[in-house]
């Protein structure tokens, strides 16, 4: 019985130090690729909070007011957003009157992936709700998002969305 314990105890502590090394590596990764997504927690809040009101204010519209949220586009999107948003939304800004729709979006989670200098790639969880005039209850919605943002003279702005 005590050959067998003697030959346990090394197998349980190498097996410790692979798990060890296994937990460990996502934040090895991290500190070797520069990614401060980890360690800089007001970096990643600031990141994920302007990522989360902007996506609510750009994919938030009421019939009567469509201009409001393109208001919001042009001062949250730059690049590939601001166009794959365009493109998008001249669809909306036409029948939105006519159909009469209302479209509330709330960020239900959003965290940040990867932050590295002023860029950041954030994972957002989305629900939407569409409701027609005189209608009581909309229909929901979920989507999921990937957003690239970046920082620029202190402020964060949208580059690139990708559905997941």
């Given at each position: 019985m005590r050959r067998v314990l003697r030959l346990y105890r090394p197998f349980a502590v190498a097996l410790g130090i692979v798990l060890?090394?296994?937990a460990l590596h996502?934040?090895?990764?991290a500190v070797r690729g520069n990614d401060r997504a980890v360690?800089?927690?007001?970096a990643a809040a600031e990141a994920t909070g302007a990522v989360s009101r902007g996506l609510?204010?750009?994919f938030s519209y009421e019939a009567g007011d469509v201009a409001a949220t393109e208001r919001a586009a042009a001062r949250v999107l730059r690049g590939?957003?601001?166009r794959q948003y365009r493109t998008l939304f001249g669809q909306v800004?036409?029948?939105a009157p006519e159909q009469r729709v209302t479209l509330v979006t709330r960020v239900v989670r959003a965290g940040v992936v990867s932050l590295s200098?002023?860029?950041?790639?954030?994972?957002?969880?989305?629900?939407?709700?569409?409701?027609?005039?005189g209608e009581r209850a909309g229909t929901p919605a979920a989507a999921q998002l990937v957003v690239s943002a970046r920082r620029a003279d202190g402020r964060w702005t949208i580059h690139e969305l990708r559905a997941v």
């Open positions: 060890a090394g296994v996502p934040v090895a990764d360690f800089d927690d007001v609510a204010a750009v590939a957003a601001l800004k036409r029948q200098g002023d860029a950041a790639s954030v994972l957002v969880f989305l629900d939407q709700t569409a409701t027609r005039a």
